[in-house]
Each structure stands twice: as C-alpha cells, then as structure tokens.
C-alpha cells in the first residue's frame, strides 16, 4: 500500500520561507513522478510543482522564481522549499505521486496547512 505523509506546514508572516517534506512508502519511489498540489477554501486542487525522476521540473506561474521542488531518491523525500511567501500561497498542501509506467496510479497525502499572515 503506497502512503505519502507531508510535514512542514505552519504560520509563516510575508515574505517569510518554509519548507515542506513528503515521504512515500510501500513502493518503489524511482517508479514515480511527484509533486505538490494546493487548494485554498472555495477553490479546486491546483498544480503548485512537479518533478520527475529524472529531475526534470514544473511549476506554477505563480510560484515560479519563489518555489523549488527538488527530490532524494535514496531517502524517498520530495521537498517544496517556498520563499517570498505571500498570503495568496494559504491553502493546504498535497504531496502527489503519480507512476510513469501505470499512469493509473495516483496517490495523494493527507494534506498539511500553510497559513501565510501578519
């Protein structure tokens, strides 16, 4: 059973970084491409980053030049380093894997807040 648990959420004033962390377990993590995934109150689940295990890399516009997504495949980690924080970045975070061969399979975290605000 593939399981993916993030952390590193919180409260962070404007212009403040935090880092957010997700682990998989239960399967191969070379197998998948993995990224993040935000939704505020009211609003769909939209594409934050991706990276794939080659290391090839995607981002939102709106995050673009702020966020990095990077990965270790030996620790099974994927990393959403976010600066230049800004309160339109509050929504909860989800850590996504998708596989490159089964694209079927799609697995998704719990989700952990960040909250950006004076």
């Known amino acids: 059973q593939v399981q993916l648990v993030e952390s590193g959420g919180g409260l962070v004033q404007p212009g403040g970084s935090l880092r957010l962390s997700c682990t998989l377990s239960?399967?191969?993590?070379?197998?998948?491409?993995m990224g993040w995934y935000r939704q505020a109150p009211g609003n769909p689940r939209d594409l934050v980053a991706v990276?794939?295990?080659?290391?090839?890399?995607n981002y939102a516009d709106s995050v673009k030049g702020r966020f990095a997504v990077s990965r270790d495949n030996a620790k099974k980690m994927v990393y959403l380093q976010m600066n230049s924080l800004k309160p339109e970045d509050t929504a909860v975070y989800y850590c996504?894997?998708?596989?490159?061969?089964?694209?079927?399979?799609?697995?998704w975290g719990p989700g952990t807040q960040v909250t950006v605000s004076s």
């Open positions: 239960g399967s191969i993590f070379s197998l998948y491409d």
């Open positions: 996504n894997a998708q596989n490159r061969i089964a694209a079927q399979y799609v697995y």
């Open positions: 990276i794939t295990n080659s290391g090839s890399t």
